[in-house]
């Protein structure tokens, strides 16, 4: 059954705490993202990878990191530099082949800072 | 001014009514235009994928661009209280791996339809 895992579904962090979130796909893409929603926001990008051990910043980096060692794998932390980490986490995933722009989204991980 | 314009609602139509949701964009460079279907606390999923002006059906959905007048529509025919959601419009200016990796979305109109 193919398609894109997060988790945890819930995180909650203490302010100054650094946290990872994770993603994983099995339909085999080279093209994985990660994106935050806030409410009455669109989506906006965070990072992108197009192969592993490559990736580039979206509009919104600053406060977060990522890496990209395997072709499955996306794990996004969030760290303390952060400034207003709450939110809403989406990791999406496209195939390469076409130059087809459809992306594909996982469940998404609820961020909660106490 | 954002790229892309959508109505947040929320909008609520009875059930088996024709639904219209619209984005308007005011980048020229765009071709390639999608909806995304999102309910609460989930995911989007991809509805509908269309490249230029013109009109693509599957099912009781339409998409619908007007790229003359930049702006995109979604229909939704038949309406059922399970399509109740927000629905994202998101477009981008060419073909990936040429650099066009960053898709726009809209902020998604939350739609109920009332049994």
């Known amino acids: 059954d193919g398609g894109i895992t997060q988790s945890p579904k819930y995180l909650f962090r203490k302010e100054g705490q650094n946290v990872t979130l994770s993603c994983e796909q099995n339909?085999?893409?080279?093209?994985m993202y990660w994106y935050r929603q806030d409410p009455g926001q669109g989506l906006r990008l965070i990072y992108y990878?197009?192969?592993?051990?490559?990736?580039q910043k979206g509009d919104i980096a600053e406060g977060y990191s990522v890496s990209r060692e395997k072709k499955e794998s996306f794990p996004l932390t969030v760290t303390s530099a952060q400034k207003n980490p709450t939110a809403f986490y989406l990791c999406a995933s496209r195939t390469t082949s076409g130059g087809y722009n459809e992306q594909f989204f996982g469940p998404g991980t609820r961020l909660t800072v106490l | 001014q954002k790229e892309v314009e959508q109505d947040p609602g929320p909008l609520s139509v009875p059930e088996g009514a024709i639904v219209s949701l619209n984005c308007t964009y005011s980048?020229?460079?765009?071709?390639?235009f999608m909806w995304y279907r999102q309910y609460s606390r989930k995911g989007p999923e991809l509805l509908m994928y269309?490249?230029?002006?013109g009109n693509k059906e599957d099912g009781r959905f339409t998409a619908q661009v007007d790229k003359s007048s930049k702006y995109i529509s979604l229909f939704i025919r038949d309406s059922q209280p399970s399509d109740s959601a927000t629905y994202l419009c998101?477009?981008?200016?060419?073909?990936?791996?040429?650099?066009?990796?960053?898709?726009?979305f809209g902020t998604g109109t939350r739609l109920t339809i009332i049994p």
């Open positions: 998101a477009m981008n200016a060419g073909r990936a791996n040429f650099g066009n990796e960053k898709l726009t």
């Open positions: 339909l085999n893409h080279d093209a």
């Open positions: 990878s197009q192969i592993v051990n490559d990736f």
């Open positions: 269309t490249y230029s002006s």
């Open positions: 980048n020229s460079a765009f071709q390639y």
